[in-house]
């Protein structure tokens, strides 16, 4: 039996039971249609004018995305002699790890011009609420209208409620799935139609690289300024994300004043920026002592107070998948060339953040070591980046439909 739970949001998230289905009528549009457009520069324009946005990296960052001159980069970028509109309806299983992911979610079913049912996460957050507030603002207008009436946030435990996920899988013509291995298993089981698309966001690791030859010349300065960088790419989301570096990977022979430099200035960012709490002292202390326990190639831990936990781990190590971190515990490898890290980016490795290299050198090592992972390479700082192509999917191109008119 659904379970009847009191939600939130009420001009947003559907309440109760899932009648309005029953009558939904589908709206399509035409990638980055205007009214798409202009509705997620309203909200960024609302966004803007809250104050808790300056003080959160994700709604800000959030805010600079839907800006609408970003938005028509990627517009402009968008080649299509074709005649495309959105695939109809399309369901979005949002993680609970990561509370803002179902507004990226969103934004991708929205601008490729579909109807949406997106499933919010029910943990708690300040920026979900937020988020939630400003959408249901911004759906108040009456130039709106028409999204507010395909558009549909709502929030219910999968797990104890799969009558939810079934009836809306049985109407979807596409499901964005979000999640762990298991989520994706999960959903994968549960009958669609039969020309429903599913694209899964599965489980992934990212990884850091430096070109230690152009590291060693940095000034303090110059090391500065590459700190906060990978502050921002490490203790965003609390190495939740699928792409928060856990390991990063040193290309050739370092200084070590300037490494020791370098990991100290990122802990006393830390200390000033991120927010300790017990849970996450002793989340980070447990995690770290069940690794001693269980890995064996560990050969040196640095800790940096309760802030930064360093870990030296062997060249040997076969496999990174499952060594991650959390909080702020980084694992380091030091290595002489950049086709050595080939054996471990398998297909669950997805963001590679850099500093030193140049394009043609992952293009070289990608095609030279026909590696089947690493979908995202930039620069180190932009780990956090939101970009329409996700995971080695164009997803514009992929929630829409080409209609062949001759």
Partial sequence: MVEQKKLKYEDVVIQNNLKFLNSLRIKILEPYSDISVNFLNSFSIELKKDKNTFRSPELFSLMLFCNRKNILKFKKKFKNDQFRIGRGLVFHVCPNNVPINFMFSFILGLLSGNTNIIKVSSNVSKEKNVIIAKIKKVFKSDKYAKLKKSNFFI??????????????????????????????????????????????????????????????????????????????????????????????????????EQENYFWEKI???????????????????NDLINKIMNIKLIKKIKMFENYLYLVDVDENIKNIENLRGNNGIVFQIKLKKLDEISQLITKKCQT???????????????????????????????????????????????????????
């Fill in 155 to 256: 929030e219910y435990n999968h797990q104890k409620n799969p009558e939810i996920t079934n009836k809306i899988s049985s109407k979807s013509d596409c499901r964005i799935v979000w999640g762990g291995d298991n989520t994706v298993k999960s959903i994968k089981k549960i009958d669609a139609q039969p020309r429903c698309l599913d694209i899964n966001f599965a489980d992934r690791y990212s990884l850091s690289v430096i070109n230690v030859k152009k590291f060693n010349k940095l000034s303090k300065l110059e090391i500065d300024i590459l700190a906060r960088k990978y502050f921002y790419d490490v203790f965003t989301m609390n190495q939740m994300a699928c792409n928060s570096p856990h390991f990063i990977f040193w290309i050739g022979k370092i200084i070590k």
């Fill in 267 to 285: 802990s006393k960012i830390a200390s000033k920026k991120f927010k300790f709490d017990d849970v996450h002292v002793m989340k980070k202390y």
């Fill in 352 to 406: 590679v953040t850099y500093f030193g290299f140049q394009n043609k050198d992952f293009k070289n090592l990608i095609l030279k070591n026909n590696l089947l992972g690493a979908d995202r390479i930039v620069k180190i700082g932009q780990a956090f980046e939101f970009d329409l192509d996700w995971d080695g999917f164009d997803t514009i191109k992929s929630l829409s439909r080409v209609v062949n008119i001759k």
